[in-house]
DNA sequence: GCCGTTTTCGGCCCGACTGTTTTCAGTCG
């Protein structure tokens, strides 16, 4: 069990506490524990095991044994306690943007609604009429967010898939008889969503492989065997599954099998159509040759497409959007190598886990160049952001991080506030003495189309800011994009000299990337960073890259692929 | 439920936004 899980598992308790009608410190305290635990640098056994969990913040002798049960059994007994007053699924609603644990537990103690499904029908019936606190808009809101989770239900993010299907891979190549494991499926082609992880692994001896594959540790259920392929449902996280597929392909159609798995389906179409044009047959277990029958050795995907007169085409274009043209893909196509450093991160300034001296040691490890420290500012009160005074002491203490640290540039910065009105939360004479300015909205994310893209607008002409960062606030799974018209943002930016951020929180991954490549088209320029609230959260910047590419981005199109001179001189180039 | 003492109990994290509430509660970051 990971710090995240018994975190999440206490955030939830403190939620169910509040259903029930427990008292409001109580509750909080439980949040404050699950923030702590949250936050901490050191896995939670490792302090267990010295008997120090009592000394964090907010955990004292009860919450203490109850995070020992946790790691001990992996479960509890209080909140099965809890649940049996409260039913587990009423945290769902607690899913539903704009409705907390004062109207769930409305809905549960007067109403007896526990289910999204339920709570739908009950709108729709006008059940509620009579409740407080549920007026007309308040109801509408519910019911689009409904809409908006049960199009996500079934959907894992992909990060989270990521993770789990790494795990399985580790797993699975430890098998008896199997030589390769790989991923496919829209995993491999980077989606930002995936219903289920694809694997491939080869082997001869495939029945054998399925059945080991069964019984690997977190199969919650076994969906579907046969000799060649297995189906389970995986827990990758408490309460947390995801369905599993794993084919098992031999040498010979091995690279017949990667390819037709990884998809897309319109892509796998496409290249079905040139087979056929050209005498051959592919389909998931061979490429053959029509006219003699012979089956055409395919023991990778360079094979399949060389057969095809294609070159190999990278799984995150393949979504028949221009991939089968002439000169695609772009030679240039953006890779993780190319990124040269990360310009938007937050510290223990506001609200990060690391020090400055702790990114920039994490940054170069990953090979950057620079980082540019940009914590939060004043408004984000949550979020501990910093006073202009504050700002004065970072600027100072990471000019003498970067005297300190050799082989890596650091840089101050800020994720400045763009405020309702389209105003920053700093002066223009403080933002001047920085080195990069990332400007994002956090706050009124409701506002109406053209609020919203006025603000974004008037930050873009700001001659400090350089880069907008996740430009329409989503939160995959979970939160709607902002309303928020593109291409006057990608117009603007591309004019005025702004970067857009593709953030690559795998939570966020904003810009999407469509709206990458329209910004792209559309003239502007790109900057791919992870927003890392740690240092062990810089290595993400990869679901940017794969975003980016999924935008078709070339090394050209991102800012942060360039020396810092050359970002030195795109700041200087806006401001004067 | 935790904390910090005042060693036995009172206080506990902020501020904006929104909808509906005619004076503010609930949500969110």
Redesign the pocket.
Known sequence: MTNEDVALEFEQIADLLEIKGE?A??V??????A?TIDDLDEDLSEIAARNEL?A?????????AKIQELLDTGAMGFRAELTQEVPETVLTL?E?????????AALWQKKSIATLDRLKTAIEAGELGDL????????A?ILSGIEFLQRAVGRTRLGDALEAAADLCGAISKMEGVTRVEQAGSLRRGCETAGNIDLLCRAENGKAVVEQFTRIPGVSKILAVDDAWGSVLFEWRPRKTIQVDLRVASSVSFGPAWQYFTGSKTHNARLARLATERGLRLDETALVDVKTKRTLPAPDEEAVYRALDLPWIPPELREDRGEFEPGAPPADLLRPEHIRGDLHMHTVASDGRSTVEEMAEAARALGYQYICITDHSQ?????NGLTPERLEGMIAEVREVDRKIADIEVWIGTEVDI??DGSLDYEDELLARLDFVVASI??????DLKTNTDRTIAAIHNPYVNAIGHPTGR?INA?KPMQLDIEAICREAAAAGAALEINAGPYRLDLKDEHARLARDLGAMLVVCTDAHGAERLDRITYGVTTARRAWLRKQDVLNTRSAKEIKQFVQAKRT
Do not use: E
Request: aromatic share 6%; charged share 25%; glycine share 12%.
């Open positions: 008292s410190f109580r909080n305290n439980y949040r404050r524990a923030r009592p964090l913040p907010g955990v004292g002798k009860s919450i203490a607690l539903i943007p704009g409705l907390g644990p004062k109207k769930a407080k606190g549920f007026g007309k808009k308040t109801l809101t408004s984000s009160t949550i979020a405020r309702a956090h706050s009124g994310l409701s506002k939160m939160r």
